[in-house]
T-cell receptor, first 113, second 116 residues
């Protein structure tokens, strides 16, 4: 089973609105990442937040991490039609070799022009 | 193009046949990963190489699956006696890192396998 569970599973918004996606996980992590996957294209890394960080920004993206609740959120501000994609959170565990990335099931975002 | 490349992009095979996929990582990357992604799901980790050493394997990697990275550069993933349940997108990713430091993985476009 996959560790990350994204919420909601699907989200439809108007262009210009903000989109918020949440991710919950189960085990202690070294870091958490968010990826985007467009239809028919590969995964693109968006942002990485380490376990000792609480918030990170990259352009229109804002990621928060709450390790006490084992949850993270991704906020996309001023959404564009080009943001239409599936978004996945992925975790790297604190134990082991730090390399086994576990992906969630994803949130499918549709931005309507 | 200096990104991760995968070949072939699509493969259709009959049940019981063997298939082999190739991944060429970004040239300076010492780490290489294989994932499988089925429709509507996130990628699932299969295995990981550091240079030529296969350091981690998922339980998903049954004895019909074998991966190699003989010279620490490109990698191959072979599936023997394919089953319909093997139909999926197989993704390769690479990164550079030392010791236990985790760095961003760069993904290839994937190989879509259809088993009839």
């Amino acid at each position: 089973s996959q560790q990350g569970e994204e919420d909601p599973q699907a989200l439809s918004i108007q262009e210009g609105e903000n989109a918020t996606m949440n991710c919950s996980y189960k085990t202690s992590i070294n870091n958490l990442q968010w990826y985007r996957q467009n239809s028919g294209r590969g995964l693109v890394h968006l942002i990485l937040i380490r376990s000792n960080e609480r918030e990170k920004h990259s352009g229109r993206l804002r990621v928060t991490l709450d390790t006490s609740k084992k949850s993270s959120s991704l906020l996309i501000t001023a959404s564009r039609a080009a943001d239409t994609a599936s978004y996945f959170c992925a975790t790297v565990p604190l134990s082991g070799g730090y390399q086994k990335v576990t992906f969630g099931t994803g949130t499918k975002l549709q931005v309507i022009p | 193009d200096t990104g991760v490349s995968q070949d072939p992009r699509h493969k259709i095979t009959k049940r019981g046949q063997n298939v082999t996929f190739r991944c060429d990582p970004i040239s300076e990357h010492n780490r290489l990963y294989w994932y499988r992604q089925t429709l509507g799901q996130g990628p699932e980790f299969l295995t990981y190489f550091q240079n030529e050493a296969q350091l981690e394997k998922s339980r998903l990697l049954s004895d019909r699956f074998s991966a190699e990275r003989p010279k620490g550069s490109f990698s191959t993933l072979e599936i023997q006696r394919t089953e319909q349940g093997d139909s999926a997108m197989y993704l390769c990713a690479s990164s550079y890192g030392v010791e236990r430091i985790y760095n961003e993985q760069f993904f290839g476009p994937g190989t879509r396998l259809t088993v009839l």
